[in-house]
């Protein structure tokens, strides 16, 4: 049984850092690739970061870029999501998803994923 299980939100200040992980069952990392996704109340889901499950290549959304760092652990089977300089426009619930047949023309749209995490929500306030 495919699973994948976010953790690692919370609160944090602007400025301030956090590490998202995403821990997958079911399935190798080297089989799948793993995105991260966002979504602000109101707003559509906002594709963030993916990692390659066949060569570890890395891909960002202007959005994030500088600031995210996508890795994986294959020992562990689970995906992290560094992010730094965290601002207010951050607050979301991020969710991370796993695609076997992940592009890099496909690699921002959802519906191309096969898996999703339950999510983690991510709350930037003083």
């Known amino acids: 049984q495919v699973q994948l299980v976010e953790s690692g939100g919370g609160l944090v200040q602007p400025g301030g850092s956090l590490r998202l992980s995403c821990a997958a069952s079911?399935?190798?990392?080297?089989?799948?690739?793993i995105g991260w996704f966002r979504q602000a109340p109101g707003k559509e889901r906002e594709w963030l970061s993916c990692?390659?499950?066949?060569?570890?290549?890395?891909y960002y959304a202007g959005s994030v870029k500088g600031r995210f760092t996508i890795s994986r652990d294959n020992a562990k089977n689970t995906v992290y999501l560094q992010m730094n300089s965290l601002n207010s426009e951050d607050t979301a619930v991020y969710y991370c998803?796993?695609?076997?047949?992940?592009?890099?023309?496909?690699?921002?749209?959802?519906?191309?994923?096969?898996?999703w995490g339950q999510g983690t929500q991510v709350t930037v306030s003083s």
């Open positions: 998803a796993a695609g076997s047949r992940i592009s890099t023309a496909t690699v921002k749209e959802p519906n191309v994923y096969d898996y």
């Open positions: 079911g399935f190798t990392l080297n089989d799948y690739s």
């Open positions: 990692i390659s499950g066949s060569d570890g290549s890395t």
